[in-house]
């Protein structure tokens, strides 16, 4: 897939239907992002 692609076929999501997730998911979403790579890689 070519990056223009990519660009022209993003989406983006802003409306939230409320409902709630398990503590499980939380926990590796918040995990993904500590995990995730940060400018210079200077993680918290």
Do not use: H
């Not at 993003?10 to 939230?16: A, E, L, N, V």
């Not at 998911?25 to 918290?44: H, M, S, V, Y």
């Amino acid at each position: 897939m070519e990056f223009s692609e990519v660009v022209r076929n993003r989406y983006s999501c802003k409306k939230f239907d409320g409902r709630q997730i398990g503590k499980e998911q939380l926990d590796a979403i918040l995990k993904a992002g500590r995990l995730a790579p940060t400018a210079k890689n200077l993680q918290e």
